[in-house]
Structures are given as structure tokens and as C-alpha cells.
């Protein structure tokens, strides 16, 4: 089963969640401002992921933006990061999907279709 990570009221991931029902996926939704992933779920899912950390942030929020993140994050190291991204939900990028053998962060719809429909 997919885990679908979102902020409800967040309009990309409406949209999200909107596909994922078009395409007749099942999936576990959990609210990231309620649920907020935990230190372990969030170094398991970089790791899968492939992705540089940065893209696991936010940048486009407001407590990013508050915390000046974008000067702070280069000194960081990926421990400091990853514990950072697990006290606030509204940290992480948003949404997330952590599927068997992948985890897709944000939405892209060509690179849903191809880990969902191929």
C-alpha cells in the first residue's frame, strides 16, 4: 500500500491526490502538520529516494523562510538536516509518496505515471 504524505489543504497536493484517485491507486493519506514524519521515516526515505536532502525541504514555506534556512542549510550536515526536518511537518516538501521500492517528493506527474503506471 502507499503512503501519501500531504498538508490537505495544500493546492499541489489536492491536485496529488486527485490523480491518484483517477488512476484508481490505494493509499494510506496522512496529514504532515499532524502526523509529522519521524527522524527514522525521513532517513529511510532519502536514503531510498536518491534525491539530494535539499529537496526534502520546503523552501517554498514560511518557517523555512522564518528560519533562514536557505543560508543554514550549507553548513549543516545531513544528521542536523534530517533531525531539523522531523520537529516540524511544515519543514518537509510536500507531498510525499513512499511506495515498496520508491519514495516521489513533490509532484511531477511524468515521474508519478512512470513509478505508478509502467
Excluded at 1 to 18: A, G, H, R, S
Excluded at 28 to 33: A, E, Q
Excluded at 40 to 56: C, D, N, Q, V
Excluded at 86 to 96: A, E, F, N
Aim: aromatic share 10%; charged share 30%; net charge neutral.
Amino acid at each position: 500500500m502507499l503512503k501519501f504524505i500531504c498538508y490537505p489543504k495544500c493546492t499541489t497536493c489536492q491536485k496529488e491526490k486527485k490523480w491518484l484517485d483517477e488512476n484508481h491507486m490505494e493509499y494510506d493519506l496522512r496529514d504532515i502538520k499532524t502526523d509529522r514524519p519521524t527522524l527514522e521515516e525521513l532517513t529511510a526515505w532519502y536514503k531510498m529516494s536518491g534525491l539530494p536532502l535539499k529537496r526534502f525541504f520546503n523552501t517554498s514555506g514560511l518557517l523555512y523562510k522564518s528560519l533562514a534556512l536557505k543560508d543554514k542549510l550549507p553548513a549543516m550536515t545531513e544528521d542536523e538536516m534530517l533531525s531539523l526536518l522531523s520537529t516540524d511537518g511544515m519543514l518537509v516538501k510536500r507531498p510525499i509518496l513512499v511506495g515498496d521500492d520508491f519514495v516521489l517528493v513533490g509532484f511531477k506527474e511524468a515521474e508519478w505515471k512512470q513509478a505508478l503506471l509502467s
